[in-house]
């Protein structure tokens, strides 16, 4: 079974440009997730995506940040204009029922290898 | 709110020993789920082992088993006969009905 699907894993980019990552789950899985990893710290969740709605975009930064999910599989993450501080690395995750559903455990979320961006 | 800890930003262990990684968390949900993930330098978060509120025997998956101690709030992570391949960063993280909320991370080196 393919696993989840990121890129790409690096991007060096310059601040006040336009970034974008993209996410593939694993096949079948309703629930798409975006974390935020920033150096020595546990990741950060962005938007959850219960197919093609947003479930949880309570900690994305909206005036910089979007995310889609058009057709309920593959995601993009967008970043205009980044700033220093969104250095970090990006995190998609997928699992294949959404949270609270059928017992915490079938929640289980599996993480792409993620997309380290560095902003200068 | 939901929080979790780990008060161990780095530990290291000699080969084949066994190791302990500390987790405590802090919720008033009453059903919810401890995990313990594994990055290794590549960067992918691997999922180790989940221990739910309501499970009476401690989780066990090989040489992982989660020590939990309901009344303590904590769901330590016990790594027996390291190897050198254990060597990465381990996060312990919890859900109830919000998201998966992770803690900082331990760094755990495994010497030769």
């Known amino acids: 079974e393919a696993g989840v699907a990121q890129s790409p894993r690096y991007k060096i980019i310059e601040k006040r440009q336009s970034v974008a990552f993209w996410c593939n789950p694993i096949?079948?899985?309703?629930?798409l997730y975006w974390y935020q990893q920033i150096l020595g710290q546990g990741p950060k969740l962005l938007i959850q995506?219960?197919?093609?709605?947003?479930?949880?975009d309570s900690q994305l930064p909206k005036d910089r940040f979007s995310a889609e999910r058009l057709k309920g599989v593959d995601s993009t993450l967008k970043i205009q204009p980044a700033k220093l501080e969104d250095s970090a690395v990006y995190l998609c995750?997928?699992?294949?029922?959404?949270?609270?559903?059928?017992?915490?455990?079938?929640?289980?979320?599996?993480f792409g290898e993620g997309s380290r961006l560095t902003v200068l | 709110a939901q929080k979790i800890t780990q008060t161990q930003p780095g530990m290291f262990v000699q080969e084949k020993e066994a190791v302990t990684l500390d987790c405590t968390y802090d919720?008033?949900?009453?059903?919810?789920?401890l995990f313990w993930y594994k990055q290794p330098s590549s960067g992918e978060m691997i999922f180790l082992i989940y221990?739910?509120?309501?499970?009476?025997q401690n989780a066990t998956e090989g040489r992982y088993s989660l020590n939990f101690q309901k009344a303590r709030k904590s769901a330590n992570l016990v790594i027996s006969a390291s190897q050198l391949g254990d060597s990465a960063m381990y996060f312990c993280?919890?859900?109830?009905?919000?998201?998966?909320?992770f803690g900082k991370g331990t760094k755990l080196s495994v010497k030769p």
């Open positions: 995750a997928s699992s294949l029922v959404p949270t609270g559903t059928g017992g915490l455990r079938y929640g289980e979320l599996f």
């Open positions: 096949s079948g899985h309703a629930t």
């Open positions: 995506f219960q197919n093609n709605g947003v479930v949880d």
């Open positions: 919720t008033s949900d009453p059903s919810y789920g």
């Open positions: 221990q739910g509120s309501y499970d009476q």
């Open positions: 993280a919890m859900r109830s009905q919000g998201n998966l909320i």
